[in-house]
Every structure is written in structure tokens, then in C-alpha cells.
């Protein structure tokens, strides 16, 4: 359709109106056709629609990845903004008090009821105010996508039990998993980089949490001293970010490579090894990641289950959502043990970044 291009240099962030939505980017080189009659915006829209800023491997494997059904909404959902939500802090308020501030201080938000004290800003207000006012500051709420709040959801932790979150920073779901467990029982929380576990020291402080001790230190190594001693592990694994693909944002995507992904892999297994190592039998594992590469997620379950054979069993999820999608049967060639399938697969979209998720039982 357009074959003649020249590139076009806009040197300052502008404002374009696609898919309805206005988005904020800088884009240093857009190619547009010089003897066509499409006007900068529309090809501008082709430009982001056409995925053509994507590196081209990382294109390839999302159409490969993406069942044909979601892709539109996938693929679009890269150059939309998602509406920001957050969830109170149950250790300092209640939804239904947070709710009242909010609307004696003119904040517009609507519960997300699906699941427990969540929010969905609406309205004019920005993020700017929001995290301005007092209430943020004092941590009666925390600012967290509503596809980050499911893996503490899926662990169910309870009041008094022991739990290991393995690679914690900065604390959206440790500080979770404290208000759900009412500051009870213990959380041990791990990071292995330094300014990230500051991240996380100012973030338990803020939500009042007081049942985490903060531990800086490679978590592949941490079953070590610590073997069978947890009853329930979260790991929610560094991960190559592909549901988090964001146009207006090119540090979600420009630094994604086939060779990350693989590494990324390697680690995952050294992680979940570390993970089942330090669950006491009986107890239960959550391993998440915000991407939709295979090799991060189904293959590293599958390992898990060939490296702890027949000692683990893969739960159906506790709650459901009809955005919820099984895992794959197989990627590349590659069939994964058929219990893989039972975790869940979420596709991004106009509410929700794309994650896996997966219960893993330790059996006794
Ligand atoms: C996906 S983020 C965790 C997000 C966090 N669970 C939350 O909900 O706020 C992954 C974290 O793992 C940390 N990490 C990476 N490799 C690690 C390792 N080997 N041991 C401990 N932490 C690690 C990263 O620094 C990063 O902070």
C-alpha cells in the first residue's frame, strides 16, 4: 500500500489520536509516503497498528504466541493506556472509608468488583494527584495493576502462616499478602538488588506492614539453609515483560531479545527449583510472570514437574474471570505435561497486562 517512504524527524513528544485514545510518544523517525494522499495521522495510526516498532523477532512470536482470537485486542491494547486502579490498604482503612475520602476529595473512582478492594480511577484525575494526596502518602492505598493483584489471590495466604516471597521488590504483592494475612504469621521477603530492597523497605514502612523481613540475597541459592521450611512460596519471577508491551513506552520492548528470553528461562528454573526446595510438603506454590513467552512459563512448570517428579500436582485456580485462558498444550514443537494447561494465561487487554499464573501443590 505504501512503498515509497521518507523518514520524517519529530523531535517532540506529540499527542495523536489512535484508536479513539489520545497517546503521548516520541518517535524519532516515522516513515510516511511522500506521493501518498494518507494524512500524517493515519499513516501514523498504520505505523502503530502494523506493530512495525516492535522488534521484528519479538512480532513474529506474539502472532505465533497469541491465539488468533485475542490478537486484536492484544495487539491493540500495546497503544492504549490503561486506566490506573489500586487496592486499600486493609491494615490502615476499609474499601468502604477509602471509597468516602475519595469522594469527599473529589477522586473519581469505581470499585472493580471482581475482586476484593480494588479500585478503577475515573474521571479527569491523573496519577500525578492521585499519588499527591495525603492519604497515598500515608498508605491507605496502593497504586497496582489488577493482573499483579491475582497471584496473592491464588496463594491464599492465611493468618499465622509462614510464607516465602521469593523476589519481592518493590512490594505490590508482599504488601498484599501482609494485609490479607492482617499482619500476622511472617513473610520472608527476598531481593537481590540493593536499591530495589530500599524500594521495598520504604514501601512496608508506608503500608504499615511489620510481619516482613526483608532479606537482600540471591533467592536461587536461599534453600540452601532453608529447606522444607515455608507453607506457602510466592515467586513472581523476573521475566522478559512481553504483557507489559507498552508503544508509548519503548523501555517495555527495545531491550527484548530471543537470547533474554532463553536467559530469563534458566533462571526462572534455577528459581523454582529454590522455591519448591524451601516448601514444606503439603504446601503450596504461586509462580507468575508478567510475559507471554512459553519458555517463561509453561516450559519452566514443565521442568518443575519432570525435575520433582511425581511429588507435585497443579491446582485449578481459586477464582476465575472470563478473561482467564489456559495455559498452552505446546510452543515450538514442544509438548508440556498435560496438568501444565490447568494455569492461567491472561492476554493483555484494555484492563488487564498480560501474566500467567500457576498453583503448584508440593504434595505431602
Ligand atoms: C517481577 S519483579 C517482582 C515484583 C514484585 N513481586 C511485586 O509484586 O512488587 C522481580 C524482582 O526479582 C528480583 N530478582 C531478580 N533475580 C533475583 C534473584 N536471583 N534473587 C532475588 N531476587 C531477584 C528483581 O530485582 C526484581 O525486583
Known sequence: MID???????????????????????????????????????????????????????????????????????????????PTTLRTNTLKTTTEDLQKTFKMGGINVQRYRPLPDAYTLIGKTTIRQLTSLDIYQKGYFYVQSLSSMLPPLFLEPQPGQEILDMTASPGSKTTQMAAIMKDTGSITALESNQVRVYKLLANLKIQGVENTKVVRTDARFFWRDHREKYDKVLLDAPCSGEGRIRFSDPSTYTHWSVKEVKRMHFLQRSLIFSALNCLRPGGLLVYSTCTLAPEENEAVIDFALTKFAGRLEIEDPPLTLPNFCPALRSFAGVEFNRSVQKAVRIYSDEKFEGFFICRIRKLG
Open 4 to 82: 515509497t517512504f521518507v523518514p520524517i524527524k519529530l523531535l517532540s513528544r506529540v499527542d495523536f489520536p489512535v484508536f479513539g485514545r489520545p497517546i503521548k510518544a516520541t518517535i524519532p523517525d516515522l516513515f510516511i509516503d511522500v506521493d501518498s494522499r494518507l494524512t500524517y495521522a493515519s499513516c501514523y495510526s498504520l505505523f502503530v497498528k502494523n506493530l512495525s516498532w516492535l522488534p521484528p523477532d519479538l512480532r513474529q512470536r506474539l502472532k505465533t504466541i497469541v491465539p488468533k482470537v485475542y490478537q486484536e485486542s492484544v495487539f491493540s491494547s500495546f497503544s492504549l493506556e490503561r
